[in-house]
């Protein structure tokens, strides 16, 4: 049974996690400070909520708010597996553009799931059809006075035999960098950011970043201390790209306890 875009639209809006739900207009603060924005993430699971089944498992953007002020709202809608185009053929981009007001902005990531050539629902060319989803993502939120923001793919935990950081995502990254300069969409360029992280802790101490477990050796998805470590690159990106202003940020040196990460029950 095929269904109408409005439909599947429902459908996304229904699977956006409650405890990240988009918030709506932005409202005046008490005593004249700024009015409340809010930052969309439009991404996969390395970004993603996580629940208590999926514990220790942990998406940087559920670490991203410990490092903005209060005035920024996190509305986190990426989800496991998806790539700059299902993402959008799933409704998910209609339900943050419905909802994103002047002034909010628009985190993009997407690169991990685009590669799986053997999965059409998922794949994009990286230097044609990938550019042309992003561009939706761009245009939708320019249209509505939002401020779009490409970043990279956070890179995956990959040594060669000498103990040096391999990149994993081929020509994604660099067809996001050349269209941030084409579209003239400030990036942060998360690959390079963290795979220059990880070559800095090495073979062994990185393992204590991702979610290798008793019975798991993820080397794609991260626990507290690498979501945390990651959110913390983000905001320092967006920080150093003037899309934040130091008002905006808060705990960029400081240590992050493990314990204020929680995964809700799904």
């Not at 943050?96 to 050539?117: V, Y």
């Not at 923001?149 to 994604?172: C, M, N, W």
């Not at 579209?183 to 998360?190: F, K, M, N, T, Y």
Request: glycine letters at 6%.
């Amino acid at each position: 049974m095929s269904l109408t875009r409005r439909q599947v639209t429902t459908a996304a809006l229904a699977a956006v996690p409650l405890a990240v739900a988009a918030t709506g207009p932005a409202v005046a603060s008490p005593q004249g400070r700024r009015p409340v924005r809010t930052l969309y993430i439009a991404g996969d699971s390395t970004a993603a909520q996580k629940y208590a089944a999926a514990a220790p498992e942990t998406g940087w953007g559920m670490a991203l708010p410990f490092f903005l002020h209060e005035r920024l709202n996190v509305a986190n809608h990426a989800v496991n597996g998806r790539s700059s185009k299902s993402f959008i053929d799933e409704g998910r981009l209609d339900v943050i553009l419905e909802a994103i007001r002047p002034g909010d902005l628009l985190l993009i990531q997407f690169g991990h799931n685009d590669s799986k050539s053997a999965d059409p629902t998922r794949y994009t060319e990286p230097w044609t059809t990938y550019q042309d989803y992003l561009r939706q993502y761009i245009d939708g939120a320019r249209a509505r006075g939002a401020r779009p923001v490409l970043a990279t793919s956070v890179e995956r935990r990959k040594f060669d035999a000498d103990g040096v950081a391999v990149p994993t995502h081929g020509e994604y990254p660099a067809s996001m960098r050349g269209l941030s300069e084409e579209e003239a969409v400030a990036l942060v360029d998360v690959q390079a950011l963290s795979i220059a992280l990880w070559q800095e802790l090495g073979v062994e101490e990185t393992k204590k970043y991702f979610n290798w477990t008793a019975t798991e050796q993820d080397n794609t998805h991260f626990n507290p201390p690498g979501a945390v470590a990651v959110a913390r690159l983000v905001v320092g990106g967006l920080l150093r790209r003037r899309v934040l202003v130091p008002r905006d940020v808060r705990r960029l040196d400081d240590v992050i306890p493990e314990s204020w990460i929680s995964w809700p029950e799904s």
